[in-house]
């Protein structure tokens, strides 16, 4: 016969078991990398709503996720993004670039010691100077810093590789899309960002890219190239 107490020990192993096992199998859609299916998403310095922002991503964004905590993905910052460190830290080799002479260097979210340390770099990394300021460097973080972005906001991705038609205006006014691809076999909706997009029209291309859902299916293009 179990007794009063045992069926309290019971009862409070399953409930830590469950949640042991919800803890550890909420996934940031089980792969590498996502992309971005709203605009404008805050990039957190922890993982939680109320953590201060460090900028924003755009929809149809790629990045790279590292790590996972409950409903939120660690991620890489782009390249776009910025990370302070104290210049007594870092060597100026030119106008453009700094080196790393300590041991590990912080990486913090602007110019100061009480900010947050977005990641670290160690002795000999070389980093982009973007600006210097007192006695801060800004430099351009990639790829050694890190945000929270919650896993609402992003989707698996799936990299189309080779793809080669004509490519031709969209008019569906209803989808992000703006051109079309058409091979000998299908169509596709394309998101194409190239500056100077137009002079691809009525031409043979080649496109790599990444699928994307919003109000339909559609390619957000990487590379876009005339084909030979």
């Not at 042991?20 to 971005?36: K, M, R, S």
């Not at 776009?80 to 912080?106: C, G, Q, W």
């Not at 002079?199 to 043979?204: A, G, L, Q, R, S």
Request: aromatic letters at 12%.
């Amino acid at each position: 016969m179990i007794t009063p107490l045992e069926k309290v020990k019971f009862v409070i192993g399953f409930v830590l078991t469950g949640f042991f096992f919800l803890a550890n199998n909420v996934v940031c859609y089980g792969a590498d990398e996502a992309i971005l299916t709203k605009d404008r998403i805050n990039v957190r310095v922890d993982a939680t709503a109320m953590a201060p922002s460090v900028g924003f991503l755009k929809r149809g964004e790629r990045v790279t996720i590292v790590d996972e905590r409950f409903e939120w993905c660690k991620i890489m910052l782009p390249k776009r993004f910025s990370a302070y460190a104290a210049a007594e830290f870092l060597k100026e080799i030119d106008s453009n670039k700094v080196e790393v002479i300590a041991s590990t260097l912080n990486l913090r979210s602007s110019p100061s010691m009480s900010s947050y340390v977005m990641g670290q770099a160690e002795k000999g990394t070389v980093f982009f100077l973007r600006g210097k300021k007192n006695d801060w460097f800004e430099l351009r973080g990639y790829p050694h810093i890190y945000g929270w972005v919650n896993k609402n906001f992003l989707e698996k991705r799936e990299k189309v590789v080779n793809l080669e038609g004509t490519l031709f205006p969209s008019n569906d006014v209803d989808c992000e899309a703006n051109y079309v691809l058409k091979t000998s076999e299908e169509e596709y909706l394309l998101n194409i960002l190239t500056k100077g997009k137009t002079k691809y029209v009525n031409k043979k291309v080649k496109i790599e890219g990444v699928m994307a859902k919003g109000s339909c299916s559609y390619i957000i293009v990487d590379k876009l190239v005339f084909a030979r």
